[in-house]
């Protein structure tokens, strides 16, 4: 006697059979089971009595379906795949065989062609990717991964927000800490520099490959390609280091998982609702972590070096441009137009390139060749600028746009140039 393969549904269809030719079900109680009419079920009943449990199975299993894709069609998208897209992916290829081609084929299908052909393999089939445990660094200060995390802090009793955190390789000890509306350069600016202060400069600092701290090769122009994080520490002769792989800085992004479970009750349990109050819990928080998860080093060395007397740390941290000055002693920057006064001295930069220096708080000095140049501004323009906002940024931007349109409705509607009609669209579009 051969065997029979059957599906669930033939399987669970072979029961009802067997019971309904024994009477012990109806047939409105059979075709109510499975979804069918009482003429099918009859048809069904015909069939398992004259040829058994092989009867139920369907006929169509083993033969190709009619809605099948001619061979030849396989053969010929096949070809070409193989000759022009071998390491294109089922979507682009399929975009280029229809667009170049005249092939016009669905994703899944050429997906699954190629698949079939060895041409493709699925994500769920490829070989995992090996990530072998690295030896820590010997001495404190010889390396110290730096990431931010944004994560719900405050657990909704205060904004979302960012945590800034320095992890030293050697010992896994939290150095440095900082709450941020999101991850931006003049917070690396601070959080650094107040790292700085305390320990002073390490050997290196290793982080992921966010814009803050590493250029596009096409846009590496300025600082020998170093972004303005890379050109403050090069100046304070430190290494920045780029992780390809969140695995390559395990120690940081674990750390990460460790401070979103205990410090996210420490705040809870302290009453913490702003970013303000948790900055000043950080040195307590940091104390009780490394207490209890630091490790010995290797080697009772510490690699931190002192600060020089030259290093200035207010000068270093600041954002930094290079602008040409016109022949008229004019420059312009971030849509203001700066007037360099007109001295015996300034003459001579006529059409060379300064530096304009930026802080947090919007403040621009001009320098050239180490020496500032009194200058005064001409005119602001409120327009918007147009940044380009990292996806990290995107919702402290946001917040800040709803925050500023709120705050003009607000004032509209406190105006009594407006119309009982267009104060209450204002108060249809405003945000619960």
């Known amino acids: 006697m051969g065997t029979i393969s059957m599906s669930g549904t033939e399987l669970d269809r072979f029961e009802l059979m067997r019971r309904l030719d024994r009477k012990e079900l109806r047939q409105t109680d059979v075709a109510g089971l499975i ?56 979507t682009l290829a399929c975009e280029k065989l229809d ?56 657990e909704g009793r205060g904004p979302k927000c960012s945590l800034l955190v320095y992890v030293d390789d050697a010992t896994s000890e939290i150095v440095q800490m900082r709450f941020v509306r999101s991850e931006s350069t003049f917070d690396y600016f601070e959080a650094t520099k107040a790292y700085l202060k305390v320990h002073g400069r390490p050997v290196a600092f290793y982080s992921d ?17 170093l972004t303005q994080f890379g050109r403050a520490l090069q100046s304070l002769n430190i290494d920045i280091l780029c992780a390809p792989t969140p695995q390559a800085k395990g120690r940081v992004e674990r750390a990460h998982l460790t401070l979103q479970d205990r410090l996210v009750k420490e705040l809870r349990l302290e009453g913490i609702n702003t970013m303000d109050e948790a900055n000043a ?5 940091i104390a009780m972590h490394n207490a209890k998860f630091a490790r010995v080093p290797k080697s009772t060395v510490d690699a931190h070096r002192p600060l020089r007397p030259e290093d200035d740390l207010e000068h270093v941290f600041c954002w930094r441009e290079q602008r040409k000055l016109s022949s008229q002693l004019v420059l312009h920057y971030k849509r203001v137009m700066y007037l360099v006064e007109k001295t015996d001295e300034n003459r001579v930069l006529r059409n060379k ?7 947090p708080d919007g403040e621009v000095e001009l320098w050239y060749d180490g020496r500032k140049l009194e200058h005064a501004v001409f005119d602001k323009n409120p327009h918007v600028t147009g940044e380009v906002v990292a996806h990290k940024r995107l919702g402290h931007i946001l917040r800040y746009c709803q925050d500023m349109q709120r705050e003009r409705d607000e004032e509209l509607l406190k105006s ?17």
Request: aromatic share 8%; charged share 35%.
């Open 209 to 225: 490959r966010h814009s803050i701290f590493t250029k596009a090769k096409k846009r590496a122009k300025e600082f020998g390609g």
């Open 99 to 154: 667009a170049r081609h005249g092939i016009r084929v669905s994703v899944e299908t050429v997906r699954t062609w190629m698949i079939e052909s060895g041409l493709w393999v699925p994500r769920k089939l490829r070989e995992r990717q090996v990530f072998q445990p690295r030896q820590r660094r010997a001495c404190r200060g010889e390396l110290v991964q730096i990431d931010g995390c944004e994560h719900d802090w405050f």
């Open 416 to 432: 009594s140039k407006l119309t009982l009609r267009e104060k209450d669209r204002i108060r249809e579009r405003r945000p619960t």
């Open 353 to 359: 390139r300064v530096e304009v220096l930026e802080w």
């Open 281 to 285: 819990f950080v040195p307590t928080y």
């Open 35 to 90: 979804g069918l009419s009482v003429r099918q079920v009859q048809r069904l009943l015909a069939r398992f009595r004259r040829d058994g449990a092989a009867g139920l199975v369907s006929k169509k299993r083993g033969r190709p379906s009619n809605r099948r894709l001619p061979d030849a069609l396989r053969t010929q998208a096949m070809d070409l795949v193989r000759a022009h897209y071998h390491d294109f992916g089922p």
